[in-house]
Structure formats: structure tokens, C-alpha cells
């Protein structure tokens, strides 16, 4: 299985910061990555797939990068909507492995 | 727009099997371009994800779960399930189901609320 390994774990941060994710996935997964919010309670939400493409409906202060094994997803200016939990995930191969997760908390 | 709802018992008991359906509508699970899946979460930590099927009943297993589940696919009804055998503690999640869209790439694009499964005596 591929490992994927989210850093930090979690954060604070002031409505307006800059905050940044990173996923790391142990071998090449080329750009197969897609990134997931998921607020207390609720289903995830799809933000980012393929690495850096934004699905429908995600405002443009959510951006991602990366291929290979190294990637970020960046929100440019955090709003108070943006404090939920982020996860990776890789869909290179079977079985598609999540990220830990990355929790945003009000500082 | 496709919406998904999953549905079943909320509580098993250990040893049992564990069954869920997830009802599709707003699209349908005979589309060629998508695959339907299954993820859970256990309380309080993070996504597993579970398997997937194709409408022609093609399907993928994580390997820690492989030789317990089984996912189906009914097209006539639109819906496709999840059985879980010889359940024990662990189990105990919330269970997603998923579209799962593909293509350049593949990704879950649409999910269930999720239902809670509590495995216990």
C-alpha cells in the first residue's frame, strides 16, 4: 500500500493567514492526488483533485501543487469557514490511501 | 446534481454481518464514467477507504478488509451495498458511500451523510 504521511498534524491560525498543508506519499503517485475538507459531523468535500486543479464551486483561495511524492495545499487568506480538517488522498493505485488528516483551529 | 444517501442499521452485534445500501439519485449507477464506492470513519480519527464497484460488478478491495466485504451493485434500483462480515469492535464507524468520478484522474466527488454503525452486544 502507499503510505501518505499529512504534516503538521495540526494548526492555528487568525482569519486572514496564509496556511499551508503538506502530504507526502511514500513512492511516486505522479499527480494522482486529491485534497478533501471535512467539517465537524459532515461528509468530506472535494477541493482539489489531480494535484492543483480546483473542483467546481471552491473558491479560488484554495490552491494546490505538487507531483511525484511531494504535495501542498495552500489556503492564501483562511476564512472562518476554512477551520475543518484536511485530508489527502492518493488514487495512483489500490487500495486509494488517505492522509491523516490536518486539523485548521481558530488561533 | 447526484446526491447519495446510505442507509441500514445503526447498531450490529460482534460476529454479525454488517449491511448497508447507498441510494443513488440526481444520476445513475449504470453511467460508465463513474465507479461507486465505500469509506469509513472511525469515531474521532481518520478515512479508510473500503472498495469500490463498477456497474458491471467489477470491483476493488483494500486488502486489511478483503477476505470480510462484499460491495453489490442493483442498476434496476438504482443502489449499491455493503456487507461487512464477522464485525467486531473496530468496525465501529461512520460509513460513507462515494461517487467515484474518473478519467485523467480519479477522484470522490459526491458522498453520503454518512451513517453511524456501532458494533456491540
Known amino acids: 500500500d502507499i503510505q501518505m504521511a499529512q504534516s503538521p498534524s495540526s494548526l492555528s491560525a487568525s482569519v486572514g493567514d496564509r496556511v499551508t498543508i503538506t502530504c507526502r506519499a511514500s513512492q511516486s503517485i505522479s499527480s494522482y492526488l486529491n485534497w478533501y475538507q471535512q467539517k465537524p459531523g459532515k461528509a468530506p468535500r472535494l477541493l482539489i483533485y489531480a494535484a492543483s486543479s480546483l473542483q467546481s464551486g471552491v473558491p479560488s483561495r484554495f490552491s494546490g501543487s505538487g507531483s511525484e511524492t511531494d504535495f501542498t495545499l495552500t489556503v492564501s487568506s483562511v476564512q472562518p469557514e476554512d477551520f475543518a480538517t484536511y485530508y489527502c488522498?492518493?488514487?495512483?493505485?489500490?487500495?486509494?490511501?488517505f492522509g491523516g488528516g490536518t486539523r485548521v483551529e481558530i488561533k | 446534481q447526484v446526491q447519495l444517501q446510505e442507509s441500514g442499521p445503526g447498531l450490529v452485534k460482534p460476529s454479525e454481518t454488517l449491511s448497508l445500501t447507498c441510494t443513488v439519485s440526481?444520476?445513475?449507477?449504470?453511467?460508465?464514467?463513474?465507479?461507486w464506492s465505500w469509506i469509513r470513519q472511525p469515531p474521532g480519527k481518520g478515512l479508510e477507504w473500503i472498495g469500490y464497484?463498477?456497474?458491471?460488478?467489477?470491483?476493488n478491495y483494500t486488502p486489511s478488509l478483503k477476505s470480510r466485504v462484499t460491495i453489490s451493485v442493483d442498476t434496476s434500483r438504482n443502489k449499491f451495498s455493503l456487507k461487512l462480515s464477522s464485525v467486531t469492535a473496530a468496525d465501529t464507524a461512520v460509513y460513507y458511500c462515494?461517487?467515484?468520478?474518473?478519467?485523467?484522474?480519479?477522484?470522490?466527488?459526491?458522498w453520503g451523510r454518512g451513517t453511524l454503525v456501532t458494533v456491540s452486544s
Open positions: 440526481g444520476g445513475s449507477v449504470s453511467s460508465g464514467s463513474y465507479y
Open positions: 464497484i463498477y456497474y458491471s460488478g467489477s470491483t
Open positions: 462515494a461517487r467515484v468520478r474518473v478519467g485523467a484522474t480519479i477522484t470522490l466527488d459526491f
Open positions: 488522498q492518493q488514487t495512483y493505485s489500490t487500495p486509494h490511501t
